[in-house]
């Protein structure tokens, strides 16, 4: 239970539980019209002015075993960042790769020609990932193997499914990295 420890990830997984509660009162997470209203991340409507599903869509979820995945996730590799980082720059870091991932779907749906509905933290959560990478190289005391195993891993599962948004895993944790670098640089690390 280390995500106790760590205040800004047990908010994070009350805020994403609250609003899984809230869709399926409202007649299930895994229906379309649901997830648009609480604004799942889709690409036309952002371009007509709904930005604001860049932020919201990091905190929905397609079904029970969705949330539960990445909440683990979270859970998992969250508290090590927080301790290391402080709360603001882990804060910064898992919504700042969450607005990457979403930036990289948009930008990949636009270059396809393909829009899909999507929303989940595993941009933010791919996003701490990649900062636990920077920090690895850095000497911060995490374990490059098991990092680059986590990554094997979910590289191999995201491509045998078509429902993962691989983009948003890619851009979320390439913003993840490129932030933890700049926090770095900033505080002299």
Request: aromatic share 12%; with cysteine; charged share 10%.
């Amino acid at each position: 239970m280390d995500f106790i420890s760590s205040k800004i990830t047990t908010i994070l997984i009350l805020i994403n539980a609250a609003l899984f509660l809230l869709e399926t009162k409202d007649g299930g997470s895994t229906d379309r019209d649901v997830a648009l209203k609480y604004g799942a991340l889709y690409t036309p409507y952002v371009k007509s002015g709904q930005y604001y599903r860049l932020f919201t869509a990091m905190f929905l979820h397609f079904g029970v075993y969705h949330l539960l995945f990445n909440m683990y996730a979270l859970s998992v590799i969250g508290p090590p960042v927080d301790r290391v980082c402080g709360p603001v720059f882990y804060l910064i870091i898992y919504l700042g790769s969450g607005l990457a991932g979403n930036a990289a779907t948009m930008f990949y749906e636009e270059k396809s020609g393909r829009n899909n509905l999507s929303a989940g933290a595993s941009g933010c959560i791919f996003g701490l990932l990649g900062a636990c990478l920077v920090l690895a190289v850095k000497g911060y005391g995490f374990s490059l193997q098991s990092i680059l195993i986590t990554l094997a891993i979910n590289l191999v599962y995201g491509l045998s499914s078509k429902r993962i948004n691989m983009m948003s895993h890619i851009g979320g944790f390439a913003g993840g990295a490129v932030i933890m670098a700049v926090i770095l640089i900033a505080v002299g690390g």
